[in-house]
C-alpha cells in the first residue's frame, strides 16, 4: 500500500495533490463548499490532495474526479491528469485491472441537499420588498382620499331635515318667500313663532336649533339667502361671521357683539 510519504519525491516536484491543495486555499474555497459543487464525497478530495491513493475510489473513476477537481479549481486538468497517471502506484492499477470486470459500485458522488443549500436571489427580495412598501404607500394613499372626501362639506340639500323641508325653510329665490311662505302670515296660530334670514356671500358652517331642539340649519352651507320658521329662543353657532348676515323678525342682528375671533356661538330671541 502506498501512501503519502511514499510520494515525497512526487511532491518534491509538484505533484498533482499539493496543486490541488494549493490552488483550493488561493481560492479561499473548503472541502465543503468544493465538496457539494463538485457532487464528489469530501473524503475522496481530501484523499486526492493528499495523494492517498488507498482512500480512493478505482483508478478511473479517481482520475476523474482529479480531472474535474481540476476545472473546478482552474488548473491544466492535462496537466493534473498526467501528474495524477505518474503518481498512481503500479499495484494498485494491477487490482483496479482485476475489477473491471466487476459490477460497478458507487464511487462517492454526492445528492445535492436542496433543503440546506436553498440559494436566494438578493435582487427577487429586493424587488419583493419593493413590492410590498409600494402596496402599503398605495393603500395610505387610498385611505388619505377617503377621509378626504368624508371631510368635505356636505350641499345644503343633505343638510336640510325633514321638518325644514316640510316648512320649506330655505330659499334661493329674489323674492325670499318659499313655499311656506303662507304659513309665516298665518297670525294667531304663529304668535309664538319666529323667523330668522341667513344670507350667505360665501360658504360657512352654520347651525341653529330652535327651543323645541328642532335643528333648522345644521353644517356646512353654500352662498344664499335662507329663510327659516321656529320657536324662540334660537341656539346659533357661526364659524366666520364675514361670510353671513342674520335677521331675526326682520330685523338686523349685530354679529360682532357675539364673535370672537370670527366665530359666534349665542342665544337668540327677539
Do not use: C
Not at 466487476?102 to 462517492?108: E, F
Not at 436542496?114 to 410590498?132: C, D, E, K, Q, S
Not at 346659533?236 to 360682532?256: G, P
Amino acid at each position: 500500500m502506498t501512501t503519502p510519504s511514499s510520494n515525497t519525491q512526487s511532491n518534491a516536484q509538484g505533484s498533482f495533490g499539493a496543486m490541488l491543495q494549493q490552488a483550493r486555499k488561493h481560492k479561499q474555497v473548503s472541502l465543503e463548499e468544493a465538496a457539494a459543487e463538485l457532487f464528489i464525497l469530501k473524503r475522496h478530495l481530501q484523499a486526492l490532495e493528499d495523494e492517498n491513493f488507498a482512500q480512493m475510489p478505482q483508478a478511473a473513476f479517481a482520475r476523474g474526479f482529479a480531472i474535474n477537481y481540476a476545472k473546478f479549481l482552474g488548473l491544466d486538468p492535462v496537466k493534473i491528469a498526467s501528474s495524477f497517471d505518474a503518481a498512481y502506484p503500479n499495484e494498485l492499477k494491477s487490482d483496479s485491472m482485476r475489477n473491471v470486470e466487476s459490477p460497478l459500485r458507487p464511487m462517492g458522488t454526492l445528492q445535492r441537499d436542496t433543503h440546506n443549500r436553498i440559494r436566494f436571489n438578493p435582487l427577487l427580495i429586493i424587488a419583493v420588498i419593493g413590492v410590498i412598501i409600494l402596496a402599503i404607500f398605495l393603500f395610505r394613499m387610498v385611505s388619505n382620499a377617503s377621509k378626504e372626501n368624508s371631510d368635505q362639506p356636505i350641499s345644503t340639500t343633505e343638510d336640510l331635515s325633514e321638518i325644514e323641508q316640510a316648512q320649506g325653510a330655505a330659499i334661493n329665490d329674489a323674492t325670499g318667500v318659499g313655499a311656506s311662505g303662507s304659513a309665516l302670515n298665518t297670525g294667531d296660530a304663529n304668535a309664538s313663532m319666529a323667523s330668522l334670514e341667513v344670507k350667505l356671500t360665501n360658504t360657512a358652517a352654520v347651525s341653529i336649533s330652535d327651543a323645541s331642539g328642532s335643528s333648522l340649519m345644521n353644517g356646512a352651507q353654500t352662498s344664499g339667502d335662507y329663510k327659516l320658521l321656529g320657536t324662540p329662543p334660537f341656539n346659533v353657532q357661526i364659524d366666520n361671521i364675514d361670510n353671513v348676515s342674520l335677521m331675526l323678525n326682520q330685523e338686523a342682528v349685530a354679529l360682532d357683539s357675539y364673535a370672537t375671533d370670527k366665530q359666534a356661538s349665542f342665544e337668540l330671541a327677539p
